[in-house]
């Protein structure tokens, strides 16, 4: 077996990504704060399907309502994510720029996100994200642009 053959990662199922983002224990901060949880990965259509709880207590605005930047956050979240399950789990994906429209206010509760990579390049990832509440009414759509970037060469 060749040296190149041997230093390649692994593939890993949809499933065995779901598990990797369910059992972690180094969930970042800003994860842990938007109540972020995968329900579903689809490397086939480099698609994500995420859960937030949206805590009154850390999330609401005076009106008793998602800060919209914190649905900007979550938006992120789902496209970031979508980047990682497309590159199989062997890249980071920075937001270059993103596009956000809100359709209506945010309450406070559990909320649907989806994530996908519209578009893979060879030095920018185009992508998409929508977050629904509990009754599945859209409450925000973002666009974005990443830049893929492999873990290994990723610095903070």
Known sequence: MSDAATSAPEALSDEAILERFLRTKNQPTGSQTLGF???SVSQATRTVEVEFEA???VLLNPM??????YLCAMLDECMSVACMVASGMTAVAPTLEMKTS????GKPGKLRG???VAKWG????FTEGEIYDAEGRLLAKATGTAIPTPFQV???
């Open 64 to 69: 008793k309502q998602i800060q919209g930047g």
């Open 37 to 39: 949880r995968m329900l």
């Open 102 to 105: 809100f359709f209506r206010p």
């Open 114 to 116: 989806v994530g996908r």
């Open 122 to 125: 060879r030095q920018v990832a």
């Open 55 to 57: 805590r009154a207590e």
């Open 154 to 156: 990723y610095k903070t």
